[in-house]
């Protein structure tokens, strides 16, 4: 298994493009599923879980062309000769379960693994399927499978989901989007991932009302036709290099970066004592002191602070000027970066989902272990400002969410390196 070493370098200096989505590519793609005209996904990025969604879409009989260098995804889905989504694939990655909406709108039928939990929670599914009952799916728990039928198709219905979730929401909008009637989709998720698999879906002919609220309402149409749909930037890994020069000094500027897609992480790096100014290509980002100050970080739904920076912005807390608290409240699991950033030096007091992190000068190198993406890139940027060396083990969690890591951050001045394993 590939490694990655970090060698602590100073101040980092120059620009940083940012990729499209992770999560709103893969949730865009089974989008695909819908129609049985071609769906073309621009500035897709090219990761490893985006790989594991054209297997999944391939093997359900779809048709996915990576295109320039992958950038572009060709998908079409002229008919599917295979409606079971195997746990092979499913317990690979989760996002699978977006394929169960689109395919049951569609034709009445499917058949999903169920994907279980993953190193951050147990994270059930329920709301998924609660969603798609009340667009009258017949759902049947067997086998670790969930076999769901809906015989004349789905109806309109409404949703009330009990808390936000983002997957769920995806799900439910992509099945109502061709049920019969008017769906209503209460307390739904307002990620800009969720928005932009809405904008693709308008532009595929979906009627929906309310994109970016807390209530959709959708109107159900007999077909959708095919579009070109360029995904949204990365938010997550834009956050994860605005983070780079806090941690190390300098000035970077990231390509692509927008202010509304990170407006709760920027208030925090304001307090934080960092720099985010808009330019005409991104966000360009530098510390105003030598240290920044401790600042408290509850995580939530958007527009609140994401759980997918809370590991990055505790390895920029490690060294900051002060004691922070960090709550998770989002995933039950979500602090196992801790334990890695203390062989560091960091000193973190974990209790349930509330971390107390007390800042030291400086971290010291260690080799450490990657338990999951956003811990992995956390590790990373923690080494970038250690003294010494840090090789962080396990990284294909890396790959899966953060393309050409390692280039990006050498294109700013940092030492890093993967060494390949067997
Ligand atoms: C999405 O996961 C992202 N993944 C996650 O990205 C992200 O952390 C998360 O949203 C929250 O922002 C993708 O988009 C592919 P949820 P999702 O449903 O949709 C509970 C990353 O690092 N829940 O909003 O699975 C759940 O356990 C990651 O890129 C239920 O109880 O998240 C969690 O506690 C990892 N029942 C909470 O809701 C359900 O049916 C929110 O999860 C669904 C969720």
């Known amino acids: 298994m590939d490694s990655i070493v970090v060698t602590g370098n100073g101040p980092l200096q120059g620009q940083i493009p940012i990729a499209g989505a992770k999560n709103a590519c893969l949730t865009l793609m089974p989008a695909t599923l819908l129609s049985e005209e071609p769906l073309t996904l621009t500035n897709a990025p090219r990761l490893s879980d985006i790989r594991t969604m054209a297997q999944l879409l391939q093997s359900l009989g779809a048709e996915v062309s990576q295109l320039q260098d992958g950038q ?25 379960i977006l394929v169960l909406g689109p395919m049951l709108a569609r034709d ?29 799916a017949e759902l049947d728990l067997r086998d670790g499978y969930v076999h ?25 909008l992509m099945a109502a989007t061709l049920a019969k009637g008017t769906t209503v989709i209460r307390n739904a998720a307002r990620e800009p ?13 979906a009627r929906i009302d309310g994109i970016g609220t807390h209530t959709l309402t959708v109107e159900g149409v007999d077909r959708l036709r ?6 949204v930037p ?17 000035e970077v500027e990231c390509l692509g970066g927008r202010f509304d897609l990170v407006g709760a992480f920027c208030e925090k790096l304001d307090a934080a004592g960092v720099d985010v100014t808009e330019t005409d290509s991104g966000l360009k980002v530098a510390r105003r002191h030598d240290r920044v100050r401790a600042v408290d970080v509850t995580t939530a739904p958007y527009p609140g602070f994401p759980t997918d920076l809370q590991a990055q912005m505790m390895a920029l807390m490690c060294t900051a000027e002060g004691v922070s608290v960090l709550e998770e409240q989002i995933f039950e699991n979500r602090f196992m970066h801790a334990p ?32 999951d993406l956003r811990a992995s890139v956390s590790l990373i940027l923690a080494g970038l400002a250690a003294e010494g ?18 280039e990006k951050l050498r294109g700013v001045g940092a030492r890093i390196e993967r060494i390949k394993g067997r």
């Open 193 to 205: 991932e969720v928005v932009d698999l809405a904008d693709c879906l308008v532009r595929m002919g």
């Open 234 to 250: 990365d938010r997550i890994e834009l956050g994860t290099y605005m983070l780079a020069p806090a941690i190390c000094g300098g």
């Open 108 to 136: 009445g039928h499917a058949i999903v693994s169920l994907p279980g939990g993953c190193a951050i929670g147990a994270r059930p599914v329920d709301l998924h399927l609660r969603a798609l009952e009340a667009m009258g």
């Open 340 to 371: 890695e950033l203390m062989r560091m030096g960091a000193r973190i007091d974990v209790q349930g989902g509330t971390a107390t992190v007390t800042g030291v000068e400086r971290l010291k190198g260690a080799p450490v272990m990657a338990t």
């Open 72 to 96: 572009v995804l060709a998908l079409s889905s002229r008919a599917l000769d295979n409606h079971v989504a195997d746990y092979d694939i499913v317990r690979k990655m989760r996002a699978s």
């Open 226 to 231: 095919g579009a070109t749909h360029p995904v």
């Open 389 to 406: 060396e840090t090789q962080v083990n396990r990284v294909y969690h890396l790959d899966r969410g953060y393309e050409r890591v390692e």
């Open 148 to 172: 769901a039928r809906a015989p004349g198709g789905l109806k309109g219905g409404t949703v009330d989901f009990p808390f936000v979730s983002v997957g769920a929401t995806e799900n439910a």
